[in-house]
């Protein structure tokens, strides 16, 4: 049974940082596709960044350069980190896997067969 659990959320100032992380089980993480996805109040779920199994990674234009993914083999844990946290940052962060990675890295929420409760993020001023 595939499990992922996110954990790491909380509150931050603009400016500042935070490191997620979601614990995989029922699968080994290196050899599927994960990523971060982030819901805002009212807003539709989006994909903030993917890795896949050799890690290549890809990020939507809003986190790239501040947000870094990776993923610990041996943890079978994948990472965000996320560095200069603006106000527009405030979300729900939702981990996502599937078994293989959609051409070109695609960050559509329907690629994905397994989701984490997610963890809320939320940058104040």
């Known amino acids: 049974q595939v499990q992922l659990v996110e954990s790491g959320g909380g509150s931050v100032q603009a400016g500042g940082s935070l490191r997620l992380s979601c614990a995989a089980s029922?699968?080994?993480?290196?050899?599927?596709?994960m990523a971060w996805f982030r819901q805002a109040p009212g807003k539709e779920r989006e994909g903030v960044a993917i890795?896949?199994?050799?890690?290549?990674?890809r990020y939507t234009d809003s986190v790239k350069g501040r947000f870094t993914i990776s993923q610990d083999n041996a943890k079978n844990t994948l990472y965000l980190q996320m560095n200069s946290l603006k106000l527009e940052d405030t979300a729900i962060y939702y981990c996502?896997?599937?078994?293989?990675?959609?051409?070109?890295?695609?960050?559509?929420?329907?690629?994905?067969?397994?989701w984490g409760q997610g963890t809320q993020v939320t940058v104040s001023s």
């Open positions: 996502a896997a599937d078994s293989a990675c959609a051409w070109g890295l695609s960050l559509l929420r329907g690629n994905f067969a397994y």
């Open positions: 029922g699968f080994t993480a290196s050899w599927t596709c």
């Open positions: 890795i896949n199994r050799i890690a290549i990674t």
